[in-house]
């Protein structure tokens, strides 16, 4: 019995260290990702990849120019039973990106662009329905160019249930895709529904790379079964473009799927139950 003990004990061990254990901290180690070697993250992960900065193509980024400041590398999504954890991986700092590289790859210092907020479409419409800030810039315009804007730190992991177009600035037309910056010029188009932690850090493992990372209550969402939903993220001037689709769930809130190891634990569980009963029996006979 001691020996059937001592192996329980050990996988239970095995057992509860084998899941994920998220922690939003701009470090992507724990989700397997090693950004600029390794993009393949662990199972169970959602993804989107393109890091496609070339500067010999003159900085192009597609759609747009600027090169690596101004690059959208990444988007993974992991989804548990209480949260949704996002990380993204980009080119442009948490101040900003410049210069401005034109068609012909030639800098313009004196624009300077910020990154945008992430954006959430859950019913499939092609409206951006939540948003959650990510640097704390709010939205401000000088002759149409968004080099200016006005720093607010106590807006950083707000979360935003967007009521209407006019809570995203549009930004400049640059590209076709609707850019994802919070428009706080029209405060009845936002509303304030929770805040939340976000990490946007240099990343250690690609210098000329930033890790962005957060984490989204599963309350909060208003997912609907089997439609398609998608996370955006752009900068203010939509250079480049961050699309992850995730599949529609078949129910509403979204279960799950038990990982391995819990799995492992009800099997183990089980089992002691067996073996105490058993016990109990023979000692009664």
């Not at 509860?16 to 992507?28: E, K, M, R, T, Y």
């Not at 996002?86 to 900003?96: D, E, R």
């Not at 509303?191 to 209550?217: F, H, M, R, W």
Request: proline share 6%; glycine share 12%.
């Amino acid at each position: 019995m001691k020996k059937w003990i001592g192996i329980l004990f050990f996988a239970v061990c095995l057992a509860s260290g084998s899941g994920f254990a998220l922690i939003v901290d701009g470090n992507l180690s724990d989700w397997g990702v090693t950004p600029g070697s390794d993009w393949n993250p662990d199972t169970g992960i959602s993804s989107w990849v393109e890091d496609y900065v070339n500067y010999s193509n003159n900085g192009w980024v597609g759609p747009g120019y600027g090169g690596q400041p101004y690059d959208a590398e990444a988007i993974f999504a992991y989804i548990d039973d209480t949260d949704l954890y996002i990380a993204l991986v980009v080119g442009m700092a948490p101040s900003g990106g410049s210069p401005i590289y034109s068609a012909g790859g030639s800098p313009n210092t004196s624009i300077h662009h910020f990154p945008g907020d992430l954006a959430f479409d859950l019913n499939g419409d092609g409206f951006y329905e939540y948003g959650i800030e990510l640097t704390g810039y709010s939205g401000n315009s000088v002759s149409g160019q968004y080099y200016k804007h006005t720093y607010d730190a106590q807006k950083i992991g707000n979360i935003y249930n967007v009521l209407d177009g006019n809570g995203w600035n549009k930004g400049e037309s640059i590209s076709q895709y609707t850019k994802t910056e919070l428009n706080y010029k029209s405060p009845s188009s936002l509303q304030v529904i929770g805040n939340t932690t976000v990490a946007y850090v240099n990343s250690a493992d690609k210098p000329d790379s930033y890790i962005i990372e957060t984490v989204l209550p599963l309350p909060i969402l208003e997912l609907t079964s089997g439609i398609d939903w998608n996370i955006h993220w752009t900068m203010t001037c939509g250079n480049d473009i961050a699309d992850l689709v995730i599949a529609g769930f078949s129910s509403n809130p979204p279960v799950a799927v038990p990982e391995p190891a819990t799995i492992l634990l009800l099997g183990i569980a089980v089992a002691v139950v067996v073996l105490n009963r058993n016990k109990t029996l023979i000692h009664t006979i």
